[in-house]
C-alpha cells in the first residue's frame, strides 16, 4: 500500500459505521460504509415459485404467435428435412441453459418430439465479436448432455465462407449474417432481457444482430454516431439507433420464435417470455423495467458499485460504470469492485491498446482519432468509448477500480486508479479477504479526500451494481 494512502485510511473513524454486503463474482464481501450511506435498490420481484411449470406454460401459450409445434407444421416440410437453428448466448450472459430452469431443453425436446432429427438441430453461440467459447464454458453453460450430443457451434463474424447477404438496411448497413442460421428452416433466439448502454435493453433482436452478424455490420452497428447518440442508452427504444438498427435486421432475418427470460438481482427467473421476436421481448422489456429501474433523489459525492455476474473483465465491467453515472456528481468519486475472472482479466488485444489510448488522450481526443476518415475501424474501440462517458462526468482521478486479476503493471493501461494500491501486499490472505480489504480501503480513502476538505460526502451503493438503472428523479 502507498504510504499517503495508509496515512490518510488511518484517520477515518469507522465507529457507528454500517456493513454492506458487496457481490463481487459468485461471492460476496462486507465492507463498512458511513451510516448516511444510501442503499440503492431494485424493487424486489417475486421469483417464479415454479420455473419449470411457468417456462413450459410459456410455451404453450406464447406471446402472438402459434406454438412451436404449429409453427413446424407450417413449414410445409416432412418434419424431419426440416433444419433448425437456435441462437443462445454466451458466457457472459447468466441465461439458464440447462437443469431444471432451463429454456433450452424444452425447445429440444419440442423439436424432436415433431419429429426433427438432432442432426437437423444447430446451436450457434452469438459472440457478435467477442471471443469464442471454451470447452468448459460450453459444459458449464448447456451441460455435457448438450454438448456431447448437438451441434454447437460458435458465430465468427469475421469468417466470410460462414456470412451471408441479406442486404441493406434503411441506414445504410450491409448486411451479412451467419448462414447456418440464415439458411434454416425454423430459427429461434434465445436470451436474456435486461438493460443494456447501448441498445437500451437486451435480448430478443440483439441475439441476431449484433449477435450473428457480420463484423463490419458490428462496427457501424458500433461506431461513433450510433454510440455518441443521446438514445442509445440504457432503458431507452424509441429513437434509439442501436436499436432500430437491430430491429430491421432481425425482421429480415425472420425469427420464428424467442425464448427470452428476465432474472432478479440473484439470478432467479422473475418471467418467462416466448413468442413473437417483437411482441414477445417487448413484454419481457415492460416487465424488467418495472422493477429495475431505481429513483435516486439527489446525485452523490461517493458511489460504491461492482461488476456483477457480467462483470468477467474490465470490458465487460463497463456496464457497471455506466449505470452508475446517473446517481453520480460532477468530479465525483466511483469505487468499482469487480471479480475479473475471465481468461482474459481486462479483454482482448485490441481492448488493451484502445483504452491505454483513451487513458493517454481522453475521451475528447479519442472520439477525434477514431472519428477521423483515416481511421481503421478497430475491434472493441465502442467499449472505451463507453468509459469515456464515464471520465466525462468524474475525470480519471475519480475513478478507484478494484480487482485482484489485474497485475499493477497492467493496471497502467487503464483510466482511474488501481485497488491493488489500497492493499497490504505484504500480507498473505485469501482472495475474497484480500478483496474485501482493498474495497474497505478505497471507500476510507474516497471519505477522507473529502472530509479534508472540510465536506462530510453523500455516498450511494447500488447493491445490484450492472442490473440496476438509478434515475435522478428531475430526468
Known amino acids: 500500500m502507498r504510504f499517503d494512502i495508509q496515512k490518510k485510511i488511518k484517520k477515518v473513524d469507522t465507529r457507528g459505521w454500517k456493513k454492506i454486503s458487496v457481490e463481487f463474482g459468485r461471492n460476496a464481501i462486507e465492507v463498512l460504509a458511513p451510516p448516511h450511506c444510501v442503499e440503492l435498490t431494485m424493487k424486489d420481484m417475486p421469483v417464479l415459485p415454479n420455473p419449470r411449470e411457468a417456462i413450459e406454460e410459456a410455451f404453450l401459450n406464447p406471446i402472438n404467435s402459434p406454438p412451436l409445434e404449429e409453427i413446424i ?52 453461440v452469438a459472440t457478435g465479436m467477442h471471443r469464442p467459447s471454451a470447452d468448459e464454458e460450453k459444459a458449464e453453460m448447456f451441460g455435457k448432455e448438450i454438448v456431447d450430443q448437438y451441434s454447437l457451434l460458435d458465430h465468427d463474424c469475421e469468417n466470410d465462407g460462414l456470412l451471408e447477404s441479406i442486404g441493406t438496411t434503411q441506414r445504410g448497413t450491409n ?126 459525492d461517493i458511489v460504491l458499485t461492482h461488476g456483477g455476474y457480467v462483470g468477467r473483465n474490465h470490458y465487460q465491467t463497463a456496464k457497471a460504470a455506466c449505470g452508475a453515472i446517473p446517481a453520480m456528481k460532477e468530479g465525483g468519486t466511483l469505487i468499482i469492485a469487480a471479480d475479473n475472472r475471465d481468461a482474459e482479466p481486462i479483454g482482448t488485444p485490441e481492448y488493451r491498446t484502445l483504452i491505454h489510448l483513451l487513458k493517454l488522450q481522453g475521451i475528447d481526443r479519442y472520439l477525434r482519432i477514431i472519428s477521423h476518415p483515416d481511421w481503421m475501424f478497430t475491434k472493441d474501440q465502442w467499449e472505451p468509448e463507453v468509459w469515456g462517458r464515464v471520465m466525462r462526468k468524474i475525470g480519471e482521478e475519480g475513478l478507484i477500480y478494484c480487482t485482484l486479476e489485474i497485475s499493477k503493471e497492467d493496471y497502467c493501461l487503464l483510466p482511474g486508479q488501481c485497488g491493488l494500491d489500497f492493499l497490504r501486499r505484504k500480507r498473505i490472505k485469501p482472495a475474497m479477504e484480500a478483496s474485501r480489504e482493498m474495497v474497505q480501503n478505497a471507500v476510507l480513502f474516497a471519505v477522507y479526500r473529502y472530509r479534508e476538505r472540510g465536506i462530510e460526502p453523500t455516498l450511494a451503493f447500488i447493491r445490484e451494481g450492472p442490473y440496476a438503472v438509478p434515475v435522478l428523479k428531475r430526468n
Open 175 to 300: 448486411v451479412y449474417v451467419n448462414r447456418d442460421f440464415f439458411s434454416s428452416d425454423l430459427k429461434i433466439a434465445t436470451g436474456l432481457v435486461e438493460s443494456h448502454f447501448m441498445t437500451g435493453v437486451s435480448g430478443g433482436r440483439k441475439s441476431i444482430c449484433p449477435g450473428l452478424v457480420d463484423v463490419k455490420t458490428i462496427q457501424r452497428f458500433h461506431g461513433v454516431n450510433y454510440l455518441e447518440h443521446p438514445n442509445a442508452d440504457n432503458l431507452i427504444l424509441e429513437g434509439n439507433p442501436c436499436h432500430e438498427e437491430a430491429i430491421e435486421v432481425a425482421r429480415t432475418v425472420g425469427v420464428d420464435l424467442i425464448a427470452n427470460v428476465t432474472l432478479n438481482k440473484d439470478m432467479e427467473i422473475t418471467g418467462v417470455f416466448v413468442g413473437h421476436l417483437e411482441e414477445a421481448h417487448m413484454a419481457a422489456y415492460r416487465h424488467m423495467k418495472g422493477y429495475t429501474v431505481v429513483p435516486v433523489e439527489q446525485e452523490y
Open 73 to 124: 407444421r407450417k413449414k410445409g416440410k416432412p418434419p424431419d428435412e426440416i433444419s433448425v437453428a437456435i441462437a443462445v448466448s454466451d458466457i457472459t450472459r447468466p441465461v439458464p441453459y440447462k437443469g431444471e430452469k432451463s429454456i433450452l431443453l424444452p425447445i429440444l425436446k419440442r423439436l424432436e418430439s415433431s419429429g426433427i432429427r438432432k442432426q437437423n438441430i444447430k446451436i450457434i
